[in-house]
């Protein structure tokens, strides 16, 4: 019995196909990624048909793609495949038909009729096992636990009880309005993000993901730790158009932590580089993965402001990681790649230097202020065109249609986890939780807003955990959102603050999908590698706060407040990164880590006197470390 529980707790294994059946599906999907383009781009829809639409296909897509579990074929869809594949697309039906009536109804007034009924359970049903099979037990658990809640929750105390709700009405709620199934995530999964992923599978199709690489390479390749440094920032440009840690692990990983491990770094240390680079990609702008759409969508925010706002915390992140990875290589006395082994600037250039053009076009597009859903466009078909000039890149018919059912089936896991995270979102609404949330943790806090963030934090990392970027920002959004909104925050702040953690949830221990993707590349252990990649991006963690307190830093507020945040932010990034390697020029005692460590942390603190504190906490570290001293003299 346990063994039969364990099983179908587990997620599904994604099929080998048998050739033929693969090109049938392929071509399916590159039908459904032209629908996409089509209606988001040339002819307007109603958004509640074209979801129907979306979901129900990649619902048929995915059953067919995805085993059951451990048991299941892996070379071929089983009839239960095919059963389940089939009511998807007759859910889709149904509902399509009935689309007009839908949205002219008045919900909860007019009575659900019976084919509505069964329609809205089976869609229900077919939405939770899709979850289960491509994301796994944690955001299957969490949809199950708020469906219970929904349905059964009324009679709990500490005001955890709320109106008693039917069936029908649950159903109803869920399945024919927009604020369940078919709410913000599945909408930005349909258009926005569907648009972008294809941008990236264009780049990297034409050969861009390789100039990224060698242009990473050729700077960095030849320096103090090259080889993590090349992970560093090709993971970190290849992250921002993946918008999942987890894959962008997975892509670059594959090349970076062997070349790591080659050179002298160790199995842990190697695959915590990987996660942590990985893991700022999704916070990295123009594109900050999947989630900034939702973000942009669920707040009303422009997707433009919100790009402009993660410019220096992404920075931040990222120097953070590079100057901890190369002091740990001078303290551990690993060099660099070998003349032979890297390219140069002007040949990486000459080879691939076009790919810079889609992303200035879509950086321009952004500032100019067009919608996302014309940006990706612009940027794809920018793609194309620079990939037209030299024949090694030049993309034909086929190599298109490939490129948008890769982009199709890549868009499979993230629709079913979108899904999921609509009806969560639809059960905290109808329930009042939020607010019931909210009160909780201000319960907790009492009147302190610097505890309220730290318990928010926390709980953005746990609700993340194990799930992916945009359902673990949607739902912290959705159960947190509130509680900063009651303070004395603008929505920018709350909301990325919100989003930084969800994102760190990837590579935060004990879950750390990221780690668990590396683990399997690098052969070291998950939590091992966990720890070490919290540790090189340690600033991730403490910036967040800094920008909720000093929004200069998310270029927001007058030009000296946000001068002077930057550049107070940039020495404790410096500062912190120092202090936790324990090395600058040398081995450092531990009196003076300690003092680095703290003089970062005050530095990051938009307050006079924390600066202060932070300016004479470096004063004293210097005066107390003989070698430091000594260079200052000899310099």
């Known amino acids: 019995m346990s063994n039969i529980l364990s099983s179908m707790l587990e997620t599904g294994a994604k099929r080998s196909l048998t050739p033929g059946l693969l090109r049938v599906l392929q071509s399916v999907a590159a039908i459904i990624a032209l629908g996409v383009i089509y209606t988001t781009t040339i002819v307007y829809v109603d958004l509640f048909a074209m979801t129907i639409v979306f979901l129900s296909s990649m619902l048929a897509l995915l059953f067919l793609l995805y085993t059951p579990g451990p048991w299941g074929r892996t070379d071929a869809p089983g009839v ?17 038909v009935e689309s007009s009536r839908i ?101 990297s199709r034409a050969g861009g993901a390789d100039f990224f690489f060698e242009l990473a390479s050729a700077v960095a390749g030849k320096r103090v730790g090259g080889p993590a440094k090349i992970a560093v920032i090709s993971s970190g440009l290849y992250g921002t158009m993946s918008g999942s840690p987890t894959s962008d692990v997975v892509t670059t990983g594959s090349i970076t932590i062997p070349m790591m491990q080659k050179l002298g770094y160790g199995r842990s240390l190697s695959g915590s580089v990987e996660v942590a680079a990985s ?9 900050m993965g999947s989630a900034a759409f939702i973000m942009a969508e669920y ?52 080879n691939g230097g076009l790919f810079i053009i889609p992303l200035l076009v879509l950086s321009v597009a952004l500032v100019l202020g067009y919608s996302p859903t014309y940006v990706a466009a612009f940027a794809s078909l920018s793609v194309i065109a620079v990939a037209a000039i030299k024949p090694s890149t030049r993309m034909g018919l086929k190599a298109i249609w490939e490129a948008l059912g890769e982009t199709t089936l890549r868009m499979v896991s993230v629709t079913a986890a979108c899904a999921a ?73 709350s909301n990325m603050f919100i989003l930084y953690f969800a994102v760190l949830s990837a590579m935060t221990p004990p879950v750390a999908v990221a ?29 967040p706060f800094a920008f909720m307190y000093g929004e200069g830093l998310l270029l927001e507020g007058p030009v000296w407040g946000i001068v002077l945040n930057c550049l107070t932010a940039t020495i404790g990034v410096l500062a912190l990164s120092a202090g936790i390697e324990g090395f600058w020029k040398d081995t450092l005692h531990a009196s003076a880590r300690a003092m680095l460590i703290m003089a970062g942390l005050m530095f990051m603190a938009p307050n006079i006197i924390a600066l202060g504190i932070g300016v004479a906490l470096l004063v004293a570290a210097f005066l107390t470390t003989p070698h430091l001293r000594s260079r200052a003299k000899t310099a």
């Open 515 to 543: 780690a668990f993707a590396a683990s399997a590349i690098a052969n070291a252990k998950p939590l091992g590698i966990a720890v070490g990649a919290v540790k090189l991006a340690i600033t991730a963690f403490v910036v």
């Open 279 to 287: 893991t700022g990609g999704s916070l990295l702008p123009p594109v």
């Open 421 to 493: 995270a609509g009806l969560v979102i639809g059960g905290i609404s109808m329930t009042g939780l939020g607010g019931k949330f909210a009160d909780l943790v201000f319960l907790l806090a009492g009147n302190s807003g610097f505890l309220v963030l730290i318990i928010s934090a926390i709980l953005a990392i746990i609700l993340g955990m194990g799930m992916p970027t945009p359902s673990a920002f949607i739902l912290a959004a959705v159960l947190v959102g509130p509680t900063l909104s009651s303070l004395d925050f603008t929505a920018m702040q």
């Open 299 to 350: 707040t009303g925010i422009e997707y433009r402001d919100i790009a402009i706002a993660g410019i220096v915390p992404a920075l931040l992140y990222y120097i953070c990681v590079y100057t901890q990875i190369h002091l740990r290589s001078q303290k551990m006395g690993l060099q660099g790649l070998a003349e032979t082994e890297v390219s140069t600037v002007r040949v990486a250039m000459s």
């Open 80 to 96: 239960s495949d095919w059963v389940l594949s089939l009511i998807s697309v007759a859910s889709g039906v149904y509902f399509l």
């Open 103 to 203: 949205v002219e109804r008045i919900t909860l007034l007019f009575p659900l009729e019976t084919p509505d009924l069964i329609a809205g359970s089976a869609l229900l049903f077919l939405t939770i096992e899709a979850t289960r099979r491509t994301v796994g037990f944690g955001l299957t658990s969490v949809v199950a636990v708020f469906v219970l809640y929904n349905l059964f929750g009324h009679g709990l105390p500490l005001g955890l009880g709320f109106r008693e709700v039917g069936y029908n009405h649950f159903i109803d709620i869920m399945m024919f309005t927009s604020d369940g199934l078919f709410g913000v995530p599945l909408r930005v999964a349909a258009t926005y993000a569907f648009l972008f992923v294809l941008f990236g599978t264009f780049l």
